[in-house]
């Protein structure tokens, strides 16, 4: 709704594959997150971005990378899938501004994308 | 870090008003207070946010003590398509990474 989009929605791979997932956005705002959700844990911030090739690790960033080469895509990968990272992504979006700290807690989610590692 | 502790879990009748409270002891001066939503299969949403006092939006309101311990998410006469997992999360002024959602409270509305 925020004209956040996640490709793809779904995706099956094998152990020890690498996998990109894309988070593209047409807000042009500065912050892109991706986090993971599964059952008991609710979400978890994995890697964020505060501008184009600026990017700093979350609570849960062992075993991923991003990348940010533009103002609106953010890269999640997983250079090597493991069964651990079966789970749903998701991509959000903030504002971010400087002197705001309030614009930091609105963010902006994309529909998510189904990972299955077998 | 300001982390946040909600019910796991409520149950609610139709029509009547939901109080949802989260507890942040170690909420900072310049931390804000936020409520997300989320439905099955789709990404949180952004429900309402505050500072202190009571916040009132077209959704639902949102009260705050003064000693800012606390939070209270109140959604007025509920109805089956409220049920979902609300968050509450409180922002940490040392940046953007430190906003923890947590396992959320799963409300489910009764017809």
């Known amino acids: 709704d925020a004209g956040i989009t996640q490709s793809p929605r779904h995706k099956v791979t094998e152990t020890g594959t690498p996998v990109t997932l894309r988070c593209h956005q047409t807000e042009n705002h500065r912050y892109m997150y991706w986090y993971r959700q599964d059952p008991g844990h609710g979400l978890r911030l994995i890697h964020y971005?505060?501008?184009?090739?600026?990017?700093d690790k979350g609570e849960v960033s062992d075993g991923y990378s991003v990348s940010r080469s533009k103002t609106e895509d953010f890269l999640l990968t997983l250079e090597s899938a493991t069964s651990s990272q079966t789970s749903v992504y998701f991509c959000?979006?903030?504002?971010?501004?400087?002197?705001?700290?309030?614009?930091?807690?609105?963010?902006?989610f994309g529909p998510g994308t189904r990972l299955t590692v077998l | 870090l300001a982390k946040t502790t909600q019910p796991i879990s409520m149950d609610s009748y139709e029509g009547q008003e939901v109080n949802i409270t989260c507890s942040h002891n170690n909420i900072a001066t310049n931390d804000y207070i936020t409520w997300y939503q989320q439905f099955p299969s789709q990404g949180p949403r952004f429900i309402i946010q505050g500072y202190k006092t009571k916040v009132t939006n077209e959704v639902a309101s949102l009260f705050i003590p003064a000693d800012r311990k606390s939070s209270t998410l109140s959604l007025p006469r509920v109805s089956l398509s409220d049920t979902a997992v609300y968050y509450c999360?409180?922002?940490?002024?040392?940046?953007?990474?430190?906003?923890?959602f947590g396992t959320g409270t799963r409300l489910t509305v009764i017809p």
């Open positions: 971005s505060y501008g184009v090739k600026d990017t």
């Open positions: 999360l409180v922002g940490d002024r040392t940046g953007a990474n430190n906003l923890f």
């Open positions: 959000a979006i903030s504002r971010g501004s400087g002197t705001n700290y309030s614009s930091y807690n609105e963010q902006f």
